[in-house]
């Protein structure tokens, strides 16, 4: 069974650019989330979607944006990049319930320049 | 709101010996989970332990146990017979029936093991 893909691995971009992530869950996980991780704030929630509905969101500025498709696969998009997005940028994907283990993708490192 | 602390940033560990890393929590909601993750400095987090609120008994995989204590918001990992490749982050994280889709992760703690 494959695990959860994110694309693309690495990515630089410079300030005011806009940038697209992509995760596609394990077969079968409905339920897609995002987090981001950086050395001084640590794991923090973006937003969870669960059959192509945002049922939760974390205190990010309106510039982090995401979606699902009907195959569950998740995007998400920072647009008009800061210094301070980079970051790496990890997706999970779970079948439902609050006690399904998360399965987490390798990430995409975002460098903004 | 969820909240997890974390309160060792780093351990060390000898081979082959034990170690318990300390986790507590706060929530409101009486139903909630309770999961540790370790993550390598490849990135990857990898799930390894998972205590439900109702749990009666600890929770245990292989080298791994959580120490559930309720009354004190405590879920500390224990992990027995410490190897090299147990060298990681280890984060614990929560969630509940309130926030859902919603996991909360602690500030983690850098194990080392030394040989």
């Known amino acids: 069974k494959a695990g959860v893909t994110q694309t693309p691995r690495y990515l630089i971009k410079t300030r005011g650019q806009q940038v697209t992530l992509s995760c596609s869950p394990i077969s079968g996980h409905r339920s897609v989330s995002w987090y981001q991780q950086t050395p001084g704030q640590g794991l923090q929630f973006l937003f969870e979607y669960f059959s192509e509905t945002q049922r939760n969101k974390g205190n990010f500025p309106g510039r982090f944006s995401g979606r699902q498709f009907s195959n569950s696969r998740s995007e998400m998009n920072v647009s008009t990049l800061e210094l301070g997005d980079s970051a790496l940028y990890l997706c999970?994907?779970?079948?439902?319930?609050?006690?399904?283990?998360?399965?987490f993708g390798s990430g995409t490192q975002l460098s903004v320049l | 709101a969820q909240k997890i602390t974390q309160t060792q940033p780093g351990m060390f560990v000898q081979e082959k010996e034990a170690v318990t890393l300390d986790c507590t929590y706060d929530t409101s909601d009486p139903s909630y989970g309770l999961f540790w993750y370790k993550q390598p400095s490849s990135g990857e987090m990898i799930f390894l332990i998972y205590q439900g609120s109702y749990d009666q008994q600890n929770a245990t995989e292989g080298r791994y146990s959580l120490n559930f204590q309720k009354a004190r918001k405590s879920a500390n990992l224990v992990i027995s017979a410490s190897q090299l490749g147990d060298s990681a982050m280890y984060f614990c994280a929560m969630s509940d029936n309130t926030n859902a889709g919603k996991s909360t992760f602690g500030d983690g703690t850098t194990l080392t093991v030394k040989p």
């Open positions: 999970a994907s779970s079948k439902d319930t609050n006690s399904e283990k998360l399965f």
